[in-house]
DNA sequence: GCACCCCTCTGTATCGATTCAGACTGTATC
DNA sequence: GATACAGTCTGAATCGATACAGAGGGGTGC
């Protein structure tokens, strides 16, 4: 049997408040009982206020929620994701607070559940896919939560920070286009759920289904609308799970037609880097070189060569656990919208004269 | 107002026992009164029972936490860290466990408390430091733990995932004492607390602050006796905080000397990553090459051709909370040792005739 | 000398659930 | 027809603390 605090109360003489006191708020006790308590302690081998039943109590738990809409081990494969869990890091740290990362099971009842069971006192969405439930669950669980994706329904005062994806995605099409490329592919993750890998055909880019990758394409689109290239004229391709194996699945064979693409656009680093694992190995003969951006701008992008977007991922996660843990007075506050900018390095160059 | 169980029970008019079974032992009631009641809850906006009330009256919260004694930023910047993380993170998946990151108060007694503060059912603790007080606070709350570090005083039954950091390090070093090299540089983090980057001069190994980097210097030290080498032969440098930067504050000037090392044995492939900066800008003049080996073989060392000891980081963190989360019945099978292998790849070579 | 206040400490109510022994009903067993 | 038993539901006890009003004693101001 683990000492209670009323254990200790017993073996000072003092009553149960007194202890808790001593922990809790020192100054309502003299120096000089607080010290007998703490020893009293020390020698019963109390180890402090039990803390699941101070957070009851005082209704609060001093840990906030991570919560991921895919498996909790992707978090620490995509590096983007360890970035923004860094940011998210340093601001806890700063506040004396934990992080809970919260995996959900696949099943979707057992997912809700998940969130319902959480002990912490409010979230960071963190979307790879659809979470319109998951934010249900959380507001009726009365917590605070910030989103990182877009949100076509999001309430003015609803906490949010991320990017102008389009705007983004538009500087880096717009790059690329400007180098004369014409015959160009868009590759993504989570065009649409449980597509496979490969090419896809869509009437236009406010059909995809994930708003994060629904504005960075619509980017790319409009980009090369304005050079005279439609949406139909583009090669959409659908890379599930954002991996490089997802994204080299997605290019398969995608090279190897009459008129293959001068230019992959992808949604993320992550794939872009698989496009050129891809290229890297097609050594069968002098290929005309294919350029690829990504987006994101990983510290692996860098080392790759890759054109890029950068948007700040640290910062991404350390603003979202701030404006949970001291939201701003001011409720436009509540809506960050971070810098980007187009990197340009060695993995776009004018289309080759064929 | 938030709704209780008990408002749902009053809602329905059945007792608040029936309630909290309808939640968590759905054999105990009917189906049809307990779709009645989850129909009121939905009605109510209950959003199902208090996960920390639950936790205080079950006994246990169904997260575990993950202790570096360091800060909790550093955990998302170390690649190995971030692996090992990713192993936890698989592991607790598969138990449909939380993990909850801790930070770490620099203040010693803020530090201790929050370890009494963390809401979880055991630690997996990741040292990066001296975290004997941690053991200490964890003990006295009767929690489970699995340690990474070899610590000596523990006991034959205290769980422990790891590898046998002296003959990793003692392949390291027989590899590059194998290719002639007598004049040597060891480079680690911790090897006294609170020293500043740079020389450092110790009697012998035994000496070293830090279990796992005193194991490892250990193992560097052993092989180079065997060749005539003795511990006062060879530099020991201090890179406290273990990054690239601490690596180059470490290694700065020696390089400059009129007999400097040919070869730099560091702790850690992080370490050795930033030895290889340094190294890759001294462009004055040809410098004849120093070999450098590193340790862990992260995903960069692969890129930067650095020869390492690999030790599986993921199948670590796996281990760690698989053997928390479910501990063998077998006492012995609680301390598990994993394989290293020697990775040499091209940063290594033969010393240049001068 | 009286009123007032501050400093310490106590006692009780409360946070929101789960547990478990039993009450009650209806059905199967012999 | 008595006994046993399975299936449902209830009530009181309990998990381990914190909050808050207030009691008691000593000091201060006037």
């Known amino acids: 049997m683990k000492p209670t605090l009323q254990a200790v109360a017993d073996a000072v003489g003092v009553s149960r408040s007194t202890v808790s006191n001593a922990y809790s708020r020192p100054d309502q006790l003299s120096a000089a009982l607080r010290e007998r308590i703490l020893d009293a302690a020390r020698q019963l081998g109390y180890p402090g206020p039990n803390p699941t039943a101070r957070s009851l109590r005082r209704g609060f738990v001093g840990s906030i929620g991570v919560l991921f809409t895919s498996q909790l081990s992707y978090a620490f494969t995509d590096p983007f994701a360890v970035r923004f869990l860094a940011g998210v890091g340093e601001a806890a740290e700063r506040h004396g607070t934990s992080m809970l990362l919260v995996p959900l099971p696949q099943a979707q009842t057992d997912a809700r559940r998940a969130v319902e069971n959480a002990a912490v006192d409010g979230f960071c969405v963190y979307c790879v896919a659809d979470e319109e439930w998951a934010l249900d669950v959380i507001r009726a669980r009365g917590l ?26 538009y500087s880096a099409a717009a790059h690329v286009a400007g180098l004369g490329h014409r015959r160009v592919a868009l590759l993504a993750d989570a065009v649409l759920p449980d597509a496979p890998a490969g090419p896809l055909t869509l009437s236009g880019p406010q059909e995809v289904w994930h708003p994060t990758t629904r504005g960075r394409l619509t980017g790319f689109a409009d980009a090369f609308a304005e ?9 959409l391709l659908n890379a599930p799970g954002n991996s490089r194996r997802a994204a080299a699945a997605a290019v398969a064979g995608l090279f190897d037609g009459p008129a293959p693409p001068t230019a992959v656009l992808a949604g993320s680093d992550v794939l872009a880097l698989g496009v050129l694992d891809v290229l890297a190995q097609r050594s069968d003969g002098p290929v005309p070189p294919v350029s690829v951006t990504g987006f994101d701008d990983v510290p692996e992008a860098a080392a790759a060569g890759l054109t890029t977007v950068r948007q700040p991922a640290k910062e991404k996660g350390r603003i979202a656990a701030e404006l949970l843990l001291d939201p701003p007075a001011d409720a436009a506050a509540n809506h960050v919208l971070l810098p980007t900018a187009l990197v340009v390095r060695t993995s776009t160059g004018p289309v080759p004269r064929s």
Chains 1, 2 share one sequence.
């Open 144 to 169: 605070p939560y910030v989103s990182t994706a877009p949100r076509d329904d999001a309430g003015a005062d609803e906490r949010f920070v991320g990017i102008d994806e389009r705007a983004a995605a």
């Open 227 to 235: 050079v005279g290239v439609d949406w139909a004229g583009l090669t």
